[in-house]
């Protein structure tokens, strides 16, 4: 799926975007933010990413900030099935943090959901030690449904997480 926002193009990463997914993803601040993220995060790492099959009804998306040359990746964002239930997910590069885009991208994302996916619901969750994350939740319109160890890959530990769900059937404004 692709998605064009004032600042941001949002596509699918392919395996070509390695040498700039991991430049942008391979800090520990960020892996330390993400359950799945291994820590160290090699340039294998982001091909195999890049390169594995998606299940149906994900949209996962780089986020690539526009700019008047080539555009910069800065992100990632999408939905995967967690449990079985879709689930938001987002990281920012840190140099790009506190700017508004883990927003801007979520939302069109969110939008893709309930628009093209069809998606009735959504959950995404943050741990606890991440606020920046629950208010980028709360901007979208996600409600708090608790807190419950989410183990972290790059920690190798369980973490207090907080999860949150939106209904997207209701037109909320983020």
């Not at 390695?18 to 359950?35: F, G, S, T, W």
């Not at 526009?66 to 879709?86: E, H, K, Q, S």
Request: aromatic share 8%.
């Amino acid at each position: 799926m692709f998605a064009r926002t004032d600042r941001l193009l949002l596509r699918p990463g392919w395996v070509e975007d390695a040498p700039q997914l991991h430049a942008a993803i391979a800090d520990e601040a960020v892996a330390y933010k993400l359950a799945r993220l291994p820590w160290p995060y090699s340039l294998a790492d982001a091909a195999a990413y890049l390169g594995r099959e998606r299940g149906q009804g994900e949209a996962d998306c780089l986020i690539l900030l526009r700019t008047p040359g080539a555009p910069t990746l800065i992100g990632g964002v999408g939905i995967a099935r967690r449990d079985g239930a879709p689930e938001l997910g987002y990281w920012i590069a840190p140099h790009y943090w506190n700017q508004g885009y883990a927003t801007e991208a979520a939302t069109a994302v969110v939008a893709m959901a309930r628009d093209s996916l069809k998606l009735d619901r959504l959950t995404s969750g943050h741990f606890e030690d991440n606020p920046a994350s629950g208010r980028v939740l709360a901007k979208l319109g996600f409600a708090v449904t608790g807190v419950e160890p989410r183990h972290c890959l790059a920690r190798g530990t369980n973490v207090p997480c907080v999860t949150l769900a939106k209904d997207l059937r209701e037109r909320v404004a983020a």
